[in-house]
């Protein structure tokens, strides 16, 4: 059915962006999720954001890079990544009503408009941040910027990153290394669905052999596909697009959500071919550690590393020369700048998702370590009369909470009731009568309550106290 424009104009207030953003959240499809939704492996369309929370977050103002780990950062990437789906093609691997249903409300008419203008709001409070996190180059000299790429290239090869080493020291490697094969899902096919939409257009003439270099990456993409839901079965998991949404943390969307960003903005095409290039690098240095990780936790032999590529000092050398050269003729010395603002950006996104997934993998591997945390804090707390700020929750049977990050250290206390607590798809920690958790800031988790009725105390701990243990 044809969208009535009247339907939105309540909506057009450019001095309430905040509302644009929740009228779009509010698409069925993007509901809290249920308790036998903590995974959607028929359906690529059901991608639950926590639009309650929406109530509180401001979305009308940058996000400042202290908080690209919170929750405004993780909610933000959510529906960034769907209006950005939106214009992509998804299909269910079976047919059924749920999915159906909410395939006609993902791409609605209503949903198409409301995520063109909730897009740019989100956009700016995601990504301005980046501003404030870029090194210019000293000048436009395209050597300069080679120098930095291939220092940058070589420092990778040779470094494995926090993510990797932290992985191949966990205790229960089947666990890390399903998480890490999440979080790689989340990101590579948008990565490379956004070189893509790049290569759409007529541009051969100002920019010799882009187009099919751009057309190269979606199409190596699309050959290994095979590849690719091989290693995902082989780890008991599926391919359907967004199959386990709630387990992708906020920087593995936002590392697909930039190069999606640049793709779509045709006035930022420089930007993103140097980003494309720091993808190309990452795909080249982390490859082999991914293999690495998952035959050691899964026991799973993939060519799939393989088939995307590698990319040696040579062959970097020769992607500059076919990007930059045309580049500078098209758009003059200062797409040199441009082009290394892409790549800069994308590394920022790239340092930031090492750190946020290293810090999960090891959290998620001492749960009992933390259980003892929460207990050591709690008694400190109720000995020295210590007054801190407390949320209480009284939640039924079969109650979920969609999978979310805290700003702030928390316990989580169960008084009365049974409840699950997850953070991982491979399983799920009970929690009865008087267990405790500490959950640090910024750590990915949702819960589902199991009993009648379960009553569970939130106590906020601050920086300081959450040092002393």
Known sequence: MPLDPADLLPLLDPGDPNGIVKAFAANTAFRAAEWEELTTEENPY????????????????????AKALKLSALLGHRMLRNVYDAGLLYLPPVPGRAAADDGAAFYSARNRALGALAGPILERHLFSLLDGEYK????????????EIRAYHENRLAEPGRAFTVAAATTDRRAAATFMLLQLSAYLPAARAAAGRAALGEYDAAHPGARPLLLDEYRNW???????????????????????????????LGRGNLLHHLSG??????????????QQIDEAADGPRFAAVLEDGLGLRTGLFDTLGTLTPDGLDARLDSVLT??????????????????????WFAGLWDGDLADQLAWADSIELHREKAERISRHIAESGVEVDLDTFVESHEETSTTH???EHRLVMVERGQMHFWNNVTHKIAFGEGDKVLIPVSR???????????????PIIPEAMYQQF
């Open 46 to 65: 059901r991608r639950p954001v926590r639009p309650d929370d929406l109530a509180w977050l401001d979305y009308g103002k940058p996000m400042p890079a």
């Open 136 to 147: 210019p180059l000293d000048s436009a000299d395209p050597q300069a910027l080679r120098r």
């Open 222 to 252: 699309a050959a290994a596909h095979q590849d690719y839901r091989d290693l995902l079965a082989g780890a008991g998991l599926k391919p359907t697009a967004a199959a386990y949404w709630q387990l992708y943390l906020g920087t593995s």
């Open 265 to 278: 903005d045709r006035e930022k095409y420089p930007e993103f071919l140097g980003a494309l290039v720091h």
């Open 326 to 347: 045309p580049l500078a003729a098209a758009f003059g010395p200062e797409a040199v700048h441009r082009f290394h603002r892409g790549f800069a950006d994308a590394r």
């Open 405 to 407: 990050v805290h700003n």
């Open 444 to 458: 990915l988790h949702g819960s589902t309550v199991l009993s009648g009725e379960c009553t569970y105390h939130q």
